[in-house]
Structure formats: C-alpha cells, structure tokens
C-alpha cells in the first residue's frame, strides 16, 4: 500500500450492473458530495459485468479523475454483494460506505454515515425515510428484514434494505476474510461489530434503467440467507420428525384403549396402520433431519469463516491489530 492510499480516511464502493444512464449525474454528484467532506477519499466504481456502457463509463471516470475515481472491472456478472466485496478488497480507507449506482441513495447523505464512523461505531446503517419503491419491493425488503433480525441473533437494524451504509477497517478486514459464496454483508458485518447505530437518510425513487432484481432474485436472496447462515431449517426438520412419531404414538394409545372400549373402533385395524405410518415417517424425517445436522456442520466448515476476530491486542504487536489501525 502507498503513503496516499494508507492516509484515505473515506472508500465509497459503488456497485455498477448496467447503469449507463445512471453514471453520468451519480459521479459529478458523489464527486461534489465528497470534495464537500473536506476529506481523504476514493471512489471506487465496481462494474459487475455490465453490457452497456458503464464499463467504459468507469474507466474513463478513472482516468479523468486519477486518485479520486477507482475503476474495478469484473469479468462477469456476479450479483451485487459479490461486487461490493471486490470493492472492499480493493479499497484503503480507514472507513469505508457502500451505496448503490442507480441514486436512490442520494451522495449527499454520505456526511450523516461519515460523521458516525468518526464518533467510533463499527457499522452504521441507514433508515430510509419515506421509501421510494414498489409495493412489492417494500414488501419483498421486509421479508428481508424480518429474517435477517432473526438470524443476527436479536442484534436488530431496522432497515437491511438499505446499501447506503458505513463500516469500520477493522469490521471490513473480518468480512474480506470470509470466503463463503452468497455473502450479505450487512448481516455478515453485523456478526463482527461492536457499537452499531442507524442514521435516517432520503432515499429517491429510481430515475433511469430498471431494478435488477425480480422475483426470481429476490426469492433466490431469501433462500440464500436462509441456507448461507443457519442451519436452523435442518433441525427444524428433526423436531418435525419426532412431533410426528409423537403423534403416531399418541395416536397408537388411542387407538388401544378404544378398541377396548369398542371392537370395532378404529375400523377393524386399519388406524392401527395410519399410527404406525406416523411413527415411521416421523422416524425418516428425525433421521433426515440428524444426518442434516452432519451436513450443515460441514457447511460451515467448509465456508471457513474465521470463529474469532481480534480488533486489536494491547501490550504486544500483533499483525492483524496492525493491519487494522
Ligand atoms: N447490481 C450489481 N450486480 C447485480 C445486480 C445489481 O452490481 O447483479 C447493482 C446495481 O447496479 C445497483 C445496486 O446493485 O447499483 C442495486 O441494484 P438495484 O437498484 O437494481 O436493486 P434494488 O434497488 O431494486 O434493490
Ligand atoms: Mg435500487
């Protein structure tokens, strides 16, 4: 890393997925924006395998604008979150803030988040106020949130939808060290930081090209956070299976004590086999479930995400506390 680039105090990490349209008003106002913070900065354009124009848009921008204006060219479309850890990676800043391409993000709420990291919070997310979007996107967002809240385990954020939001190095440094495909990063940030706080800023309705996200998308999201980060669905499996066998024996008890009341009850035998059926898919579905509970173990091994992270160690030096300050 250079002298320049250790001394950047502010990374904006701006995905990009065909937003020609967008590019031209998004730089001269982020540019506006930051010259205003009175700041050491980077604006770091990611293109995420865009088939318009907006590949050549950044790398001009870069050119024309050298040490302010970054261009990261990815060589295919690999979905937003991938695209935003690219630019994490690329980026030097002692705080860094990721927004989206297409200004619903106004730049000139940047200040608010700044001014937050500076107090010493770790993440700082945003509330939209008065959210400019479709009824189905507000709906398709809360879903988003709702899970999300759930697995941070009680750590809420109001508002995960979002991308407008701050982070500390040391919390970026945690996230580039996880490997895992289908990375969220705000919910990954939040399982590493210590004083996190929410900002409310504007948030405008999409002037030019279309959301990238359909239904399709939006479900595979959902989906993917699901699976990504807990393996509660596996065990919820085995209590499913055990609730059934449950039944099935419940069931058996009934079916005795009846038919010794009435020889006929239970039509000569035939509900006898219904609580044995539940008995035996309870048992497949507990197993399903236990040989689940092997399976997600090495689901996270495998992702390899760090168990601890040290912010920093006092009375020695120590790399990672180096790499961070
Ligand atoms: N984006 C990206 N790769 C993708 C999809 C989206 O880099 O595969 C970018 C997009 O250019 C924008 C941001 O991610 O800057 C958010 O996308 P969009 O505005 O379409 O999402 P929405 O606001 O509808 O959630
Ligand atoms: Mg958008």
């Given amino acids: ?22 590019l031209p008003e998004l730089l001269q106002r982020t540019l506006t924006a930051v010259k205003k913070l009175n700041t050491t900065s980077e604006i770091i354009l990611v293109d995420d395998g865009s088939r318009d124009a907006s590949q050549v848009m950044i790398c001009e921008a870069a050119e024309k604008n050298p040490g302010q204006v970054v261009a990261v060219v990815l060589s295919s479309n690999f979905g937003q979150h991938a695209a935003v850890t690219a630019g994490l990676e690329v980026s030097s800043g002692k705080y860094i803030v990721t927004m989206d391409a297409d200004l619903q993000n106004p730049p000139e709420e940047i200040h608010k988040i700044l001014a937050k990291l500076r107090e010493g919070f770790d993440v700082v997310g945003s509330i939209r106020e008065n959210r400019q979007d479709t009824f189905f996107r507000k709906f ?166 760090p168990q601890y992270f040290i912010e920093y160690v006092q009375g020695k030096k120590h790399n990672n506390a180096g790499e961070n300050k």
């Fill in 1 to 22: 890393m250079s002298e320049a680039e250790k001394n950047i105090e502010l990374s904006i990490v701006i995905p990009v997925y065909n937003e020609e349209d967008n």
């Fill in 140 to 305: 398709a967002s809360k879903c988003v949130n709702r899970m999300v809240r759930k697995l941070c385990n009680g750590r809420t954020m109001q508002d995960y939808g979002c991308m407008l939001r701050g982070y500390s190095r040391p919390v970026i440094n945690a996230i580039l060290r996880c490997h895992e495909h289908g990375k969220f990063i705000p919910m990954l940030a939040m399982s590493f930081a210590r004083n996190v706080c929410e900002v409310e800023v504007k948030h405008a309705e999409r002037t030019a090209g279309v959301s990238k996200y359909n239904l399709w998308k939006l479900i595979a999201l959902q989906y993917d956070l699901l699976t990504g980060t807990s393996i509660f669905p596996l065990r919820m499996l085995t209590v499913c299976g055990f609730l059934v066998a449950a039944f099935g024996v419940i069931f058996g008890i009934v079916i005795f004590i009846m038919s010794q009341i009435d020889k006929h009850w239970g039509a000569d035998g035939v509900f006898a086999l219904f609580s044995i059926q539940f008995v035996l898919t309870g048992g497949v579905l507990a197993a399903l479930g236990l040989l689940g509970e092997y399976i997600g173990k090495i689901h996270i091994n495998t992702r390899a995400r």
